[in-house]
């Protein structure tokens, strides 16, 4: 592990409640309490607009990993502003994760994955040394993105994702669990936003469930979203009627 958690500090000039991003229930308890990192891979579950992103793009700059996704120890990963909650986000760090930070930009190793920016980022850095070998213009989407995250798997890291279901078929979903669990057991941590009720699952894996409530751990059986799916998959009139005319 790398970060067990992560809070907001009083300091002299304490940021604003009533603005965003403090408005988020999620963002604004850190201002109280912080939210703590217990397992290698940790899932932020909740629905739109709950602030899944605004928190994995926090972390992500307060870690030094550009937050339009990439991999640490990049050059332009440092020259651009950052959020508002990446500026005051506090990690607490382990003792591997505070080396790795001091140690300077180069040693750091860590991603961002983005499903919204990755394909074209990684278009644009595919052969560059450090990235990946093949050329990704060559492979679906969803083949892609499984390449970049099976060539991470070299150095173990702070992975951190944002909706990484987004490109997968269910199939890949299930590579996806498969490689998460590797990442975790080479001694990398994974931070990862998901509506996924298939990488939900991971075996050892924490959930935060966040919401107008703020954030608490939860089982993947007792997940909103798993009860929806369940019930959606086994009668998906029940709740197209609601929307759909006769
Ligand atoms: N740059 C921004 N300025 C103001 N509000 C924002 C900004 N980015 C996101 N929001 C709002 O913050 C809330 C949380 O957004 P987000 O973290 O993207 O949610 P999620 O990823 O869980 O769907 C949403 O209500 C969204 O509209
Ligand atoms: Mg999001």
Redesign the pocket.
Known sequence: MFVQGIDIPEGLDPPDPNV??YT?PAVGRLLAEPLEFRAPVTFLV??????????VEGIAEAYGLDARGGRAGRKYANNRPKTPLGERLRLDLTARGARQLSSGRRARTGYFLRAETTFGFAEAVSGMHGYWEENLSEHSHGEGFLIILQSMLDKPGLYLMDEPEAALSFMSCLRLVGLMHDLAESGSQIIC?THSPILSATPGADIIE?GDHGARRTKWDELEMVDHWRRYLSDPGRYLRHLIDA
């Open positions: 965003w991003p988020v909740g629905e739109n607009g709950s602030g899944k992103s605004t928190l936003a966040v």
